[in-house]
């Protein structure tokens, strides 16, 4: 009885062909809202000057590359509006911001030109925004598949260097056939957003480290890379949910094992990956994702070792930029406040 190859040899040597141009290029190297006040000493470590001077240590963190993701922020943003939210994100020490929507709810409206001017008053850089990938069902959603211009009309409006999408590659299903399809679609946004000046990019969750439905041993990740050009689609690693994808396919789709390392994703090619959300987790072998999100700094994905090995790669420390982010954090003005503390307290000796 026939059966079905496992691995595509054109995606394989596709694949092969970027890894090895990446390994090359990676060897060369709350007062007004109720908080809790932090300490003088903390208060002033903070922001963009922070960790100068320790001896024969350096920050982790580059300096000025501290970013959230508003999403986190969403509850804020929605009650007490941008203006709000920016002035403790300011007070809190970040220096970017990357949006997951334009509108603040109850707060009232807003334009695009207030919003940029909002954030150039409070010192955070507007580095990328989340838009939906496609809704074949609506012709007027705002999508990259349906209103691609207007999509990039407003991030040009705002300033923004990268412009990209949460949304997972299964719009035509989950085939080899069909992410290739997807890609294509991804390269055309990316030539899009180039010739704007700004860089498209797609941000994972644990599920794009799954398998083909029909060549169980391709990993559907490996299609997103090998099909899509490195000049056009970057990525912005979820580094969270590529550790609960580690958990939940580690085999795979006909059971054999299939081991997967985040930080090596990286490493081989550490020019794609000009963006990473910054989330935590306990821990849980008996979680599906294999651990329970919580705070930054709270939970066990040793930052220190990721931020540092990306740090170590060709211009490591001025390319990369992280976004503290919990989907659904009890406080969310308080992630924000630790978060920022935890990442600039973290150290490693100077090279």
Known sequence: MSRKKSVDPELAAKLSRRNMLGVAAGTGAAAILGLSAATPAAAADR??????GHGKTEPVLTPGHLGIQLYSLRDKVNSLGFAKVFEELERFGYDEIEYAGYSQGNAGAITIPQLRKLA????LRPIGSHVNYADDNNPNAYSFAQNLEKVLDDAQALGLEHIGTASGPFRYGNTVDAWKRAAADFNAYGAA?????????QHNHAEEFSFASDQPGVRLYDVLLAETDPKLVYLEMDIYWAFAAKHRFSKTGDGRPAPLDP????LKQPDRYPLFHVKDGVKN???????DMVDVGDGDIDYKKFISAVNKTHNGRKDHHWQAEHDNPVDSLLFAEKSADHLHS????RC
Do not use: S
Not at 47 to 52: F, I
Not at 120 to 123: A, E, K, M, S
Not at 193 to 201: E, L
């Open 47 to 52: 922001g963009r000057g922070h960790g100068h």
């Open 120 to 123: 150039r008053d409070h010192g």
């Open 193 to 201: 957003a180039r010739k704007r000046g700004m860089k498209f990019y």
């Open 263 to 266: 930080l090596k994703y990286v």
């Open 285 to 291: 072998e008996e979680a599906r994702d294999g651990y």
């Open 346 to 349: 973290l150290r490693e000796k």
